[in-house]
């Protein structure tokens, strides 16, 4: 059963950093893009990075300068490292990747169970 596990998530003061990991683990046997979302409350879930198997990266603009995805390729794992944070900022943040298993025919998206970040003022 292939999973995604975010971590890394937590309270941080405006202006503080954070770096969030997301872990894939079941019978992988490969991994294309990787990326980050978040949804704010009452707010639609939002692309915020993404990386693919070569290391192409893509920001939005409200994190642009502020963001920086990154991935472990030996460990099935991407990061994204916050800083500047905001207090609109403050929303969960979810991974997804498209997953090639032995599992499946094809490659599935996979999403992870998101993990909160909260930026106090």
């Known amino acids: 059963q292939v999973q995604l596990v975010e971590s890394g998530g937590g309270l941080v003061q405006a202006g503080g950093s954070l770096r969030l990991s997301c872990a894939a683990s079941?019978?992988?046997?490969?991994?294309?893009?990787m990326a980050w979302y978040r949804q704010a409350p009452g707010k639609q879930r939002e692309l915020i990075a993404s990386i693919t198997s070569s290391g192409s990266t893509t920001y939005a603009d409200s994190v642009k300068g502020r963001a920086t995805i990154s991935r472990d390729n030996a460990k099935n794992t991407v990061y994204l490292q916050m800083n500047s944070l905001k207090p609109e900022d403050t929303a969960v943040y979810y991974c997804?990747?498209?997953?090639?298993?032995?599992?499946?025919?094809?490659?599935?998206?996979?999403w992870g169970q998101g993990t909160q970040v909260t930026v106090s003022s």
């Open positions: 079941g019978s992988i046997l490969s991994i294309s893009t």
């Open positions: 997804n990747a498209g997953i090639l298993s032995r599992q499946t025919a094809g490659r599935v998206l996979y």
